[in-house]
């Protein structure tokens, strides 16, 4: 049984920072690859940024140079340091293991896919 769970969402005001965690249990060795995604109300789940067990990482366009993926292979977890906000980063973000490995070549992502944690709101005001 795998389980997956965001903190560090909140509310911040453009050109502020935050740092999503992701603590992964279970079957965490089988994982070929990790990441993040995003939905807004009335839009679909897209990539934000993912890494291979290699540690090669990919990002999505809108948040390249602002937002970085990292994990800590020992205690479970993935990171997201997201800098530079914008009022469009405003979201629901999700940890999701073996959904897309490649956000920039697969820029959506289907919750039917992998395993997903329960989401984290982000809310960015201007």
């Known amino acids: 049984q795998v389980q997956l769970v965001e903190s560090g969402g909140g509310s911040v005001q453009a050109g502020e920072s935050l740092r999503l965690s992701c603590a992964a249990s279970g079957n965490t060795y089988s994982f070929i690859c990790m990441g993040w995604f995003r939905q807004a109300p009335g839009k679909g789940r897209e990539g934000v940024a993912a890494?291979?067990?290699?540690?090669?990482?990919t990002y999505a366009d809108s948040v390249k140079g602002r937002f970085t993926i990292s994990q800590d292979i020992a205690k479970n977890t993935l990171f997201l340091q997201m800098n530079s906000l914008k009022p469009e980063d405003t979201a629901m973000y999700y940890c999701?293991?073996?959904?897309?490995?490649?956000?920039?070549?697969?820029?959506?992502?289907?919750?039917?896919?992998?395993?997903w944690g329960q989401g984290t709101q982000v809310t960015v005001s201007s």
């Open positions: 890494i291979e067990s290699d540690g090669t990482p």
């Open positions: 999701a293991a073996d959904a897309v490995c490649d956000v920039a070549a697969v820029p959506t992502a289907s919750p039917a896919e992998g395993y």
